[in-house]
């Protein structure tokens, strides 16, 4: 933390918050850090923040907790803040209200037969360099897909071919039509300019820098560093015309922090307008509005729900196996004390299907009135007894059907308060019902090492965020096969064929079949609230604190104010953050 500290001290004294931030220590800016003579600074250069007219410039946290480390779109995990969504764009949008899919880079798009989607490109479209974007941008991308080490390689054991049929016009051939995941590369894919992509090898493409980034977007980056990146708005971006919107801030500062204290001192101190970091207590900001600070709503949970957070198990061991003591675990948890004593009330205890607030209709009401499961210690010890789990030896805890002791590891990654603490809650709260739990807090790579190789005993997880479809979170949780390393699907290497071939068949059912959708969702509901491969906890929010000092109009709950996301978290921005950034307005205004 004290390096990371360092790095921000530039700004903090530019915000003039190390006091209210509570930093001390010392180190000066490096060369790239100074301020340089005249107006903006040359891209490439930090820029520095006395250089940007605070009128023009959005400040923002909350992506990046160390220096930013590409600004590669094809890199969806860590590239640097804005480089999706505001550098490069996608075909579609999808508007996390209403659900639906909106036109961004494409015109129109639809099934013209079973198996072939067309898609129509919006005309006079350019890239930053000023080489027009056309269809053979759009195969080219999803050509990068047969590349192995590629993320999206998956998609080619169902897509045949990705063919430009004309500059506005993309034609592709599926060897089956799986709907719903299509939606969600429709407006999930960054979109990357065939004449400059192609030239790179496999090694650049999947791994590479991109300094020179040269995307569609509404911005560009105009410099960077190791505590910041600076993105300027582009004058010629296509969609002022085609879109009828433009985003109101010139500049946008996205600033490196390692610490929710930081952003909470820079955010009091006009240092931020934007924050989306965890800061507890913000709802005691919030209140009586004398602050400035304001949140999605004014009253608990605060935030809109963003992903769920899931306990984990590791079915390939005992006695996480046993779907009974599953079952047992999930009636263990005290949930309601996460939410209230750790979080303040800025979170909502989830569903037991686990499914996020936006997919209320897709749950099936009748089947979590009677399999669903609560917080009850006294079931919770009933179903251990029956299920043969006793504690023999006076301890306090259960021991396996064998015999043999029962000491689980759960882990979260060190320096995750929220979740450490509510790890702590969840091992206090299991102890009473007579499972024994340690809270363990390995560094983040390590947690990600284990979790993939299956080294765990329970973890924490949260990997799939809110999207056009539940079949992402269903795949989340069902996947098959089972990988020697699993990265980001079904770490608790459950294995149910019945509820895999469920999900599959969920995924071609038209994304406009509600009922459609619902009947087969009703099935694998039923399948996850018997078996419990995974144990919804609560939603995590989606983190957003902004600041009316120098920008008004911000998102939130009340009448005739703007119901899109506040958020730059990566793949966030196509689904309303940038949205949010053409409805605000000066403060002064």
Excluded at 336 to 352: F, Q, R
Excluded at 383 to 410: H, P, Q, R, T
Excluded at 566 to 577: C, F, H, P, Q, S
Aim: glycine share 8%.
């Amino acid at each position: 933390m004290r390096n990371r500290l360092r790095t921000l001290l530039p700004i903090l004294a530019t915000a003039g918050v190390l006091a209210a931030a509570g930093c001390t220590g010392g180190g000066s800016p490096s060369a790239s850090q100074s301020s340089q003579a005249g107006g903006a600074p040359a891209t490439g250069a930090a820029a520095d923040p006395n250089s940007l007219p605070r009128n023009e410039t959005l400040y923002t946290s909350g992506v990046q907790w160390g220096p930013p480390a590409n600004y590669n779109p094809i890199r969806e995990w860590d590239h640097a803040a804005g480089t999706k969504g505001l550098v490069y764009e996608t075909l579609f949008h999808f508007d996390t209200t209403t659900l639906k899919l909106t036109p961004w880079l494409a015109e129109s798009g639809s099934w013209t037969d079973d198996t072939t989607y067309t898609l129509k490109l919006r005309p006079g479209v350019k890239w930053s360099d000023g080489t027009p974007f056309t269809a053979k941008d759009v195969a080219f991308t999803y050509e990068l897909g047969k590349m192995e080490t590629s993320p999206y390689h998956q998609l080619w054991e169902w897509l045949k071919k990705a063919e430009a049929v004309d500059d506005q016009t993309v034609k592709f051939t599926f060897s089956t039509a799986n709907y719903q995941e299509w939606d969600f590369n429709l407006y999930g894919r960054a979109i990357v300019p065939q004449h400059i992509w192609s030239k790179l090898s496999e090694e650049d493409v999947l791994n590479g820098v991109n300094d020179d980034a040269v995307g569609t977007g509404a911005y560009k980056f105009l410099s960077k560093d190791q505590d910041r990146v600076v993105l300027q708005r582009r004058d010629d971006w296509w969609g002022k015309t085609a879109l009828k919107m433009e985003p109101k801030p010139k500049y946008i500062v996205d600033i490196v922090n390692g610490s929710n204290e930081v952003a909470m001192g820079l955010l009091l101190q006009k240092g931020l307008d934007l924050s989306n970091n965890f800061l507890p207590g913000i709802a005691n900001l919030v209140q009586g509005g004398k602050f400035g600070i304001t949140t999605y709503y004014n009253e608990p949970p605060y935030m809109l729900s963003a992903n769920t957070a899931w306990l984990v198990p590791n079915t390939k061991k005992k006695p996480m196996d046993d779907p009974a003591f599953r079952r047992a675990l999930a009636a263990s948890i005290d949930t309601k004390k996460i939410v209230e004593g750790v979080y303040g009330n800025l979170v909502k205890a989830s569903d037991p299907t686990g499914l996020l607030p936006q997919w209320d209709q897709y749950i099936d009401k009748t089947l979590t009135g009677g399999a669903g499961f609560s917080f009850d210690k006294a079931k919770a010890k009933k179903l251990l007894a029956d299920a043969g789990y006793k504690d023999g030896d006076g301890d306090g805890f259960v021991e396996n059907k064998d015999g043999s002791k029962i000491s689980l590891s759960l882990i979260v990654p060190s320096g995750w308060t929220d979740w450490m603490e509510a790890s702590r809650s969840i091992a206090g709260s299991a102890k009473d019902a007579g499972i024994n739990i340690t809270p363990d807090f390995p560094d983040f790579n390590a947690l990600v090492e284990k979790r993939g190789k299956g080294d765990f005993d329970l973890v924490i997880n949260n990997e799939r965020q809110l999207s056009n479809s539940p079949f992402t979170y269903y795949q989340y949780v069902f996947q098959l096969p089972v990988n020697k390393v699993q990265n980001t699907v079904n770490f608790g290497r459950y294995e149910n064929k019945k509820a895999w071939d469920l999900v599959q068949k969920l995924d071609q059912v038209k994304t406009d079949d509600v009922e459609g959708m619902k009947s087969i969702l009703s099935e694998i509901e039923k399948i996850h609230l018997d078996e419990l491969p995974a144990i919804p906890l609560w939603y995590n929010g989606l983190w957003s604190q902004t600041s009316t000092a120098v920008w008004k109009n911000w998102p939130s709950s009340a009448q005739g104010a703007p119901k899109t996301p506040a958020v730059t978290w990566r793949n966030w921005w196509e689904l309303g953050g940038f949205e949010t950034l053409t409805q605000l307005q000066p403060a002064g205004s």
